[in-house]
Nanobody, 114 residues
Framework: QVQLVESGGGLVQPGGSLRLSCAAS????????MSWYRQVPGKEREWVAI???????TYQDSVKGRFTISRDNVKHTVYLQMNSLKPEGTAAYYC????????WGQGTQVTVSS
C-alpha cells in the first residue's frame, strides 16, 4: 500500500522557520522524483520544489534562497526546510512522488501569521 505521510506543519510567525517531512512507503522510493506543492483555498495547487533521486534540486522563484528540499534515500523521507517564511506562504503543503505512477500525500497545513 502506497503511503506519503506529511508532518511538521503548524503556525509560525513571519520570518520564522518550519521543517516539513514526508515519509514514503509502498513503492521504490529511489526510483521516484519527489516534490512539494502547496495550495490555498480557491487557487490551483502550485509546485514549490523538486528533487531527483540523485539529489538535483529545482525551486519556484518565490522560494529560492529560503526553502531547501532534501531527501534521505535510506529513510525514504523527503524534507522541506522553510526559512524566512512570509504570510503568503500560508497554504496546505503536499508531498508528491512521480515516476511510473504519481502519488500524493494528504497535506499538512502551514500558517504564517503574527
Amino acid at each position: 500500500q502506497v503511503q506519503l505521510v506529511e508532518s511538521g506543519g503548524g503556525l509560525v510567525q513571519p520570518g520564522g522557520s518550519l521543517r516539513l517531512s514526508c515519509a514514503a512507503s509502498g513503492f521504490t522510493f529511489t526510483n521516484f522524483v519527489m516534490s512539494w506543492y502547496r495550495q490555498v483555498p480557491g487557487k490551483e495547487r502550485e509546485w514549490v520544489a523538486i528533487i531527483t533521486s540523485s539529489g538535483i534540486t529545482t525551486y519556484q522563484d518565490s522560494v529560492k534562497g529560503r526553502f531547501t528540499i532534501s531527501r534521505d534515500n535510506v529513510k525514504h523521507t523527503v524534507y522541506l526546510q522553510m526559512n524566512s517564511l512570509k504570510p503568503e506562504g500560508t497554504a496546505a503543503y503536499y508531498c508528491r512522488a512521480s515516476g511510473q505512477n504519481v502519488y500524493w500525500g494528504q497535506g499538512t497545513q502551514v500558517t504564517v501569521s503574527s
